[in-house]
C-alpha cells in the first residue's frame, strides 16, 4: 500500500526594501519628537509670554502729552508707577505729576485736560455716554477743554465746576487751605458749593473757601512784555555771566507775578518764579551762547486769581551774525496709529522749533520728537495747515492731508510748494 502523501499549502511572503522601513520608522520618530516639543518642551524653554501693550480704545481715556515725572495709579492698585502713552486711563485711575511733570489727557468724547506741576488728579471720564464726570482736582491746577459736550469737574472740598461745552477753564485747588478756584478762560461755567450756585462767564473766576460762600470777581488783565523783544538776539558780555533783564508792563489790582523760563517753547521742563516786580535780571552763564531762551508772564491778585500769560517771546545769547543762533527746522511726520477718530502723529524737529497742526500747538521734547492727537472732523479729503516756526521767525508751510474712506484713515504731508497727493 502506498504511503500517502501529506499535502501542504506554500505562502508566498513579499519582500519589503529594508530602505522604506527605515525611512519610516524615521519619519515617526520626527513626527513624535515634534509633538513632544510642541506640547511639553517649548512652553518650558519660552517661560510664560509677556502680554503685548493695551492699545488705547474709543471708550478710555488715554495720555497725548507726557513730560517730566508723571505716575499713574490704577483704580485697583496700591502704587504709582510711571506713565505711558499706551496705557489705557480708566474712571477712577489716579494721575500724579512731580514738581517738573505735566501731562495732558484725552477723554473718549474729546475733552481734554492739561495737569499742570505738582498736581493730583482723580479721572472720572469713561464712555461718553455713563455721565459728564470728567475729573476731581485733589490737589493742584488742571486746565480742561471741553469739547461738544458738557463735562462736570469737581475739587477735594467739593466744589463742581460744570462747564459748557466749548469752555476752557482753568481749576486749582489748595488742599492745605481749603481754597478751590475756577477761572474761565472761555465759555460758561456754574459753579456750585453746598446750596449755592453761581454762573461764571469768559474771563471770570470764582472762589471758594473750604464750602463757604462763592466769591466771584473778573480777572486780571495779562502783562505785556517790554523787553527783550521778539526773537532778540543779546550780545555776549565779557567774563563768564551775560546778564538779561526782562521786563514788562504792571497790571492793576496784581499784587504779585509769576515767571516761567524755559529753553522749549512750549514751556514744559520750565523755571517758575513769582516777584512782587515787573522785571527780573536772569544771570545766563556764557557756555550756553546759541541757546535759545523762551519767557512769559502771568499776573496774580489779592484772592490769589491768576491772569491768562502773556505772549511768550524768546531770545539768545550771542551776536547776531553768529551762526550758533541760527536754528533750522527740519520737518518729518508720519501717521503712527487710529484709534477712534482720533489719528495718532509722530515726527521730528528742531528742538526749538515751533509747529502747529491744523491750528493746534504741538509739544516739541528736548530730543526734537513730537507725538500729536489729531482729531478726525469728517468723511472724505481734509487739507489741514501745518507751520513750523523758527526762533528767528522764518515760517515754513506745509500741508497734511487727511482722507477718510472705507479702508480707514491716511494721513500725508506735502511741502506747500508741492501738488499732488491721495
Known sequence: ?????????????????????????????????WLAYRVWLRPLLQ???APSPPVPSADTASFIQLSGRVEVKKVNDYVYRPADF???????????????GVAEIVCPNGSRLRVNPDTLLRLECSQPTRHSRIGRVEEGAVVVEVSRQPGLVSTGADVRARLEAETTARIQFL??????FVEVRRG??????????????????????RQGPIEKKRLLDAPLLKQPLRRQQMAQQAGDSTYVTLEWTGVSDAVAYELEVASRQDMLDSVRRVTRS?????????????????????????????????ETRGFVIGQASSPTGTVRCSFEARQQMTFSTFVVLE??????????????????????QFRHFYQVLRQGLTEEPVVIESPQGVIEEWTMKVLVDDQGIHVQFYPKRAAGGP
Open 1 to 33: 500500500m502506498a504511503a500517502k502523501k501529506s499535502s501542504s499549502v506554500a505562502i508566498e511572503w513579499h519582500t519589503i526594501s529594508v530602505t522604506w522601513v527605515i525611512t519610516w520608522a524615521a519619519l515617526l520618530l520626527v513626527g513624535a519628537g
Open 47 to 49: 517661560g510664560p509670554s
Open 86 to 100: 499706551r496705557l489705557p486711563l480708566e474712571e477712577g485711575d489716579m494721575v500724579r505729576t512731580g514738581s517738573n
Open 175 to 180: 488742599g492745605d487751605v481749603q481754597e478751590s
Open 188 to 209: 460758561q461755567a456754574l459753579v456750585q458749593s453746598g446750596e449755592q450756585q453761581v454762573a461764571v462767564g469768559s474771563q471770570e473766576g470764582a472762589r471758594v473757601v
Open 278 to 310: 515787573t522785571s527780573v535780571v536772569l544771570q545766563i552763564p556764557n557756555r550756553f551762547a546759541g541757546v535759545w531762551y523762551f519767557w512769559r508772564v502771568r499776573a496774580i491778585d489779592a484772592q490769589k486769581f491768576t491772569s491768562d500769560f502773556s
Open 347 to 368: 515726527g521730528r524737529t528742531h528742538p526749538s522749533c515751533m509747529v502747529t497742526i491744523a491750528g493746534e500747538p504741538v509739544t516739541v521734547q528736548s530730543t526734537g
